[in-house]
Every structure is written in C-alpha cells, then in structure tokens.
C-alpha cells in the first residue's frame, strides 16, 4: 500500500532558515543546528526535530553554523562582523571571534582544535581553539564573498566556494591553492563526505558530484529548478536537492533519475541535509521553517510511525494528524 | 445478476474520507506521527540542566578559574563564593527598580534612565525615560552586552 510522505515541520525560527548542520551519532543521539536570519541559531534533537535550545548572543543574522562530531561544540557565523563558538549542551558563549566583515561559514576539524572561517572580505581564517587569543592563519586568493568553507581530506585540505564563481581546495600546511574550478556561475552550495571523498555542489539547475581529492567530475544531473542545495545519502544511492520551487527533490544517483518531489515549503529552499543514519533529511526554507522528511516513507523512525493496514480501522483518529496551518514567515 | 447499487455523492465522500478504495482513487495514505516535533519554549533558552547530556557532559557550567582539573577541596569554596557574587547581583536588581540608575556602555556612552526590569538571561534591560544625547526615549531596551557598567543611588 503506497504512503504518502509526513513532514515534520519545527518552528520557532521567525526569519528565513539559510543554513543547518547535523552532528556525528554521538551515545546522545544525533543533533541539528539551524542557522536563521532572526539571529538567534537553534539546535534540536536530530530525529525527532525537538527543540533543546537557542544560542543567544549574535547580533545580526546568522549565515552558517556547524556542529563539532559529538555535538558538544556549535560554531555559527554572522552578519556582526563575529564567528561564535558555543558549548553545545550548556548554551553558553565560549568565544568570540572578530572579523573585519560579514562572516558567512565555519567549520571544525574532526577534532575540534581548529575553526575554519570564511566570509565577505574574501579570507578564509584558520583560528586555534586551544589558543584563541593567537591570531588566526589567514588565506587569501579569492576575489569575492566566501560562501563556504570546508576542512576534506581528514583536515589537511580546505576547499572553498566563493563568489567568484570558483571553488579552490587549499592545503593546509603550505596555506596553498592547490586546484581550482571554474563555473559560468555562481556555486550556490558545498557539501563534503568523508566517506568516499565526494564534494557535491550546485549552481543554476544542476548537482555536480566531484571527486574531493582531485576536483576530477564525477557527474551532473539537471533538476527541474534552479537548486540551492543538494545532499548525498551516506549509503550513495540517492540524494536530495531544493531550491527556488519550494520542492524538496529525491534522485537515484545512479541512474541520475528523479524519483520523488514533494511539496511543503511555503518558500524558496535554501539548505537540505541527510541525517548522519541516512534515514531522514532536513531542510531549511525562506518561510522560517526546518521540516525533516523520511528517506523509506511509512518506516517507523523517530515520529513517524509504521501503521499496518489492519490496525488501520482501530486508529483512525490519530492516523491523518496533520499539521497545525503554516504561519508564513 | 443484479446491477450494482450506485453511491449516492456523500456515500462517495465518506469512501474518500475513509482512505478505502484506495486503488480506484489513487490516495495514498499519509504516514502517521506520534506527535510533532516540540518548540522553543518562550521563557527560557532551553538546554535543559536536567537533561541526561547535561548532567553527563556539564560538570560546572562554567570552567572554574583554577586548573582545568576540578580541585575537589576547592569546588564547594568557589561555588559558594559564585553564589554569593549572584545573589549580591540579583538583589541589587532589585533595589534598582524604578531607581535613576547611570550606566557607562562601550563606545564611551553614558546615559541615564529609571530601571524598570531584567529579561531572565540578563540580555536585556528594560528602562525608561532614557536620556540619551539625542533626546529622551520614554521606554526603551538595553542591550546588558553594550553595558560595561551601572551605578545609582541605593
């Protein structure tokens, strides 16, 4: 019997959501931190959607947040000219990290020693967590805003997609260009998986999977819309994208064929991300709202519940519970 | 064989509604939920202290100032000390309220204003008839970041 896909929608953020983050699976579960323009990042339990807190502090819209592996360590970058890092299971402020502009993306080594930064006055910035007074390693090359940022290659690369329509991977110990790609225009997201050393990036209407290592193409597939962000399963059979529609789109990565759309968002798509399981993703939308979506639609996970067709008569009342109506950011 | 009996327009309706006939219509079930995923709560920050990551993973919710190891003998001395300095803050709000309080800020401000309350985090000050350089604000909001320091007269 077909089922049809139950969303879970998280509210709370009042302002569009541009960016999310999911930790490692830590003995706690897994995490979610939202990055909103209210200013105020959140971080929810990564199943379930629950709110556990709000980092309060930044005074200006926050463009990036990141979680460390085991969730114990929230980075968020924002429109105050600051990167903040937190302490994760107390909410508190543990450091402010000045800049000279808007700060867009940041990013911790597996280990959390080292906070990569990077944002509108074009420097990618390499802070010690252990000596946090040291001035951070600066990086210079490009010519426009950092969008993101990323430690690859088990921290000894970085790899960086700006405005200037290029993505530059970067090593580490030389502070070096090492490669570069150039597009016709601008990369609208990045995402890395360590698993395989796949980068995968969208510009325009299409999701283009490289090679981390060597920037060498994999493939490209063409969505319906123009796409904000895209994510592969950690299993490399599907993977999500969203943009401009309002969809969430799901393709087969091997044969490059869409398989689902699915309707929700009351505005553009602007981050999606597969849970570090595989067995949900998350997006972030221009109408202020995170929804999780299910990867086997009708598996019992988290919220959602396996009801088998002969319990279907006995629970009916709670079967169709849909959600309370949308309140447009 | 008799002809089957045609459905009246509510008897279509309650098919639809039921979910039954679902090869004939095409409707495919919704999956079911629990419940949705719970909100912020709108009086406090959140990161629940009871919380079983908390209670693992939160020894002082501040670093002490000694070591970074916890000093057994010195924990119970600096905790007491800390909840003295809290209490101390806390009660000077208090006697603050609806007093002319002057408040020295960053970018070398100083300004005015009757205390009215703070907000739970200690983020916001809420005060009023502000004398600032450029008029006199009846209510206005004081970030606590801003505010390097306050006096008034207890």
């Given amino acids: 019997m077909a089922m049809r896909q139950t969303p879970l929608t998280c509210s709370g953020h009042t302002r569009p959501v541009v960016d999310l983050a999911f930790s490692g699976i830590t003995p706690y579960g897994y995490f979610l931190i939202s990055a909103c323009k209210d200013g105020k990042p959140m971080l929810r339990q990564g199943d379930t959607g629950d709110w556990i807190g709000t980092f309060l502090g930044h005074k200006g819209a926050v463009w990036g947040a990141t979680l460390n592996t085991d969730a114990t360590k929230a980075a968020t970058a924002a429109a105050d000219f600051t990167a903040k890092v937190w302490d994760a299971v107390s909410g508190d402020e543990v450091l402010t990290l000045a800049h000279k502009h808007i700060v867009k993306t940041v990013n911790f080594t597996q280990d959390s020693t080292c906070l990569l930064t990077g944002g509108n006055d074009k420097l990618l910035r390499l802070y010690d967590l252990i000596n946090p007074e040291a001035a951070p390693q600066e990086i210079a090359g490009h010519t426009s805003a950092i969008k993101k940022a990323l430690w690859c290659n088990n921290d000894k690369q970085i790899l960086s997609a700006a405005d200037d329509k290029t993505i530059r991977l970067w090593d580490r110990s030389s502070m070096e260009e090492v490669k570069q790609l150039k597009f016709d225009t601008s990369v609208s997201s990045m995402e890395y998986l360590a698993d395989g050393e796949i980068l995968v990036i969208t510009y325009g209407k299409t999701i283009g999977f490289y090679n981390a290592l060597s920037l060498d193409l994999i493939k490209t597939v063409d969505a319906p819309a123009p796409i904000n962000s895209a994510s592969l399963h950690p299993d490399k059979d599907f993977f999500v994208a969203g943009g401009e529609d309002f969809k969430l789109y799901k393709f087969d990565y091997g044969t490059k064929e869409e398989l689902e759309s699915y309707k929700g968002h009351f505005g553009p798509v602007h981050c999606v991300r597969f849970s570090p399981d595989g067995e949900l993703y998350a997006s972030g939308s221009e109408d202020g709202t995170l929804r999780l979506w299910q990867t086997a639609v009708g598996k019992t996970y988290g919220l959602w519940k396996c009801v088998l067709p002969e319990d279907l008569g006995v629970e009916n009342s709670e079967q169709l519970y849909t959600s309370p109506p949308e309140i447009k950011a | ?154």
């Fill in chain 2, 1 to 154: 064989m008799t002809p089957p009996k045609k459905k009246t327009l509510q008897q279509h309706a309650l098919t639809l509604l039921s979910g039954a006939n679902t090869e004939r219509f095409n409707m495919a079930t919704p999956v079911s939920v629990l419940r949705l995923p719970k909100g912020p709560d709108p009086n406090s920050r959140g990161f629940d202290p009871k919380s079983a990551r908390f209670i693992a993973l939160c020894r002082t919710s501040i670093a002490t100032s000694a070591s970074s190891e916890t000093n057994a003998e010195q924990l119970p001395r600096e905790q007491h000390a800390r909840s003295v300095l809290r209490e101390t803050f806390l009660r000077c709000l208090l006697s603050m309220t609806n007093k002319k309080v002057h408040f020295l800020m960053h970018e070398r401000v100083k300004v005015e204003a009757t205390f009215g309350a703070s907000d739970i985090d200690v983020l916001n000050f809420q005060v009023s008839d502000l004398h600032t350089p450029i008029g006199v604000q009846k209510e206005a909001l004081i970030r606590c970041q801003d505010v390097i320091s306050f006096t008034f007269d207890s």
